[in-house]
C-alpha cells in the first residue's frame, strides 16, 4: 500500500512569503490530518478533515494560516504571511474513519524554513 | 485531557530488551493507549495500542498496569535502527475528533 504523500520536501523562503504544502492520503482514509513539529518538540495537531469537512481546526492560527481538503481527497495548507516562527515541519497524517486500530499514517513530512 | 508522563531519555545496548515507561494518572476508562514513534527525519510511525489487556505484535510489546495507571513498551531485543523518539499517547475514544495529542517523547539511543 501506498504511504501518505507530501510536497515539497523542504522550503526555504523570505518571512512574509507565503508557501503552500500538498499532501495525497492513503487511498479510502477519509480523515486527514495536518500537525506542525517544532524542532525538539512533538507534533502539534493544527487541523483535522473528515472527509472534505472540518473537524476540529481549535489550534490552527487562522489570521495566517489556511487549509483545504476538496473532494475529500488531497490537501494543501498554505501560510500566507509567513513569520520566522513558522519554521517548522509539517506532517501530514490519514487514518480511516477516525478508527482506533491501526492507527495514524504519516507522511515524511515539509521542511519549512523561515529567513 | 488526560497527559502521559515519559523520561526525556533512555539509552540501550543493542540486542538487549528495552522497557520503555510512561505514566498516566489520569488516564479515562475509555481512553486507549497508544505508541509511536519517530526516527530521524520521518514522521511519526504506529508502533501498538491496547486498552487494558497486554498486546504484542511483530514490532513490540505493551504491558499496561492494573490500574491502567502506567504503560510500558517492550522492545524485546534493540536494534540499531530502533534508535527513534517514542511517544506514549492517550487517545480519546469518544467524540468525532479522537485526536493523538503528542508530548515530547522519550529519545531512545541504542549503543553498539
Known amino acids: 500500500e501506498a504511504g501518505v504523500a507530501q510536497s515539497p520536501r523542504y522550503k526555504i523562503i523570505e518571512k512574509r512569503q507565503s508557501v503552500a504544502f500538498w499532501c495525497n492520503p492513503i487511498?479510502?482514509?477519509?480523515?486527514l490530518y495536518w500537525y506542525q513539529q517544532i524542532l525538539g518538540q512533538g507534533p502539534k495537531l493544527l487541523i483535522q478533515?473528515?472527509?472534505?469537512?472540518?473537524?476540529?481546526d481549535s489550534q490552527l492560527p487562522k489570521d495566517r494560516f489556511s487549509a483545504e481538503r476538496l473532494k475529500g481527497v488531497d490537501s494543501t495548507l498554505k501560510i500566507q504571511p509567513a513569520k520566522l516562527e513558522d519554521s517548522a515541519v509539517y506532517l501530514c497524517?490519514?487514518?480511516?474513519?477516525?478508527?482506533?486500530?491501526?492507527?495514524?499514517?504519516f507522511g515524511s513530512g515539509t521542511r519549512l524554513t523561515v529567513v | 485531557d488526560a497527559k502521559t508522563t515519559q523520561p526525556n531519555s533512555m539509552e540501550s545496548n543493542e540486542e538487549e530488551p528495552v522497557h520503555l515507561p510512561c505514566n498516566h494518572s489520569?488516564?479515562?476508562?475509555?481512553?486507549?493507549i497508544h505508541w509511536y514513534r519517530q526516527l530521524p527525519s520521518q514522521g511519526p510511525e504506529y508502533v501498538i495500542h491496547?486498552?487494558?489487556s497486554n498486546v504484542n505484535n511483530r514490532m513490540a510489546s505493551l504491558a499496561i498496569a492494573e490500574d491502567r495507571k502506567s504503560s510500558t513498551l517492550i522492545l524485546h531485543r534493540a536494534t540499531l535502527r530502533d534508535a527513534a523518539v517514542y511517544y506514549c499517547?492517550?487517545?480519546?475514544?469518544?467524540?468525532?475528533?479522537?485526536?493523538?495529542?503528542f508530548g515530547s517523547g522519550t529519545q531512545l539511543t541504542v549503543l553498539p
Open positions: 478533515f473528515q472527509n472534505n469537512g472540518v473537524v476540529d
Open positions: 499517547i492517550l487517545r480519546l475514544s469518544s467524540g468525532s475528533a479522537r485526536q493523538l495529542t
Open positions: 491496547g486498552l487494558t
Open positions: 487511498s479510502g482514509h477519509a480523515t
Open positions: 497524517a490519514s487514518s480511516f474513519q477516525g478508527e482506533i486500530a491501526g492507527g495514524y499514517t
Open positions: 489520569t488516564i479515562s476508562g475509555t481512553d486507549y
